[in-house]
Nanobody
Framework: QVQLAESGGGSVQAGGSLRLSCSAS????????VAWFRQGPGKAREGIAS???????TYADSVKGRFTITQDSAKRSLYLDMNNLKPDDTAMYYC????????????????????WGQGTQVTVSS
């Protein structure tokens, strides 16, 4: 069983930055795909960034150039650095993981992810 736990959410003003962390036992397996998703009020869940066991990254257009996904397998941690935050970034942020595959296809699609964290709230005020 893979366990995931997010931290680092909070409230920030527009233009500010936050770093989310996800403690993940997925690093016991290879290959794997891990990703960040978010769900804002009244919105569908959106995949925003993924990274896999080959360090291949993918970003949604909505965050490209502002968010950076990284991982430290030795620390069993996944990170999301968020810069130039906007009120539209307000959402619950989740990390997700799937074993035995990379993110090559569908890494940002919720349907391919098997394991999910509980989420951490990010609120951006204007």
């Amino acid at each position: 069983q893979v366990q995931l736990a997010e931290s680092g959410g909070g409230s920030v003003q527009a233009g500010g930055s936050l770093r989310l962390s996800c403690s993940a036992s997925i690093y016991d397996y290879t290959p794997y795909c891990v990703a960040w998703f978010r769900q804002g009020p009244g919105k569908a869940r959106e995949g925003i960034a993924s990274i896999d066991s080959r360090d291949t990254t993918t970003y949604a257009d909505s965050v490209k150039g502002r968010f950076t996904i990284t991982q430290d397998s030795a620390k069993r941690s996944l990170y999301l650095d968020m810069n130039n935050l906007k009120p539209d970034d307000t959402a619950m942020y989740y990390c997700a993981a799937v074993r035995w595959r990379t993110c090559t296809t569908g890494g940002l699609e919720a349907r391919i992810q098997t394991y999910w964290g509980q989420g951490t709230q990010v609120t951006v005020s204007s």
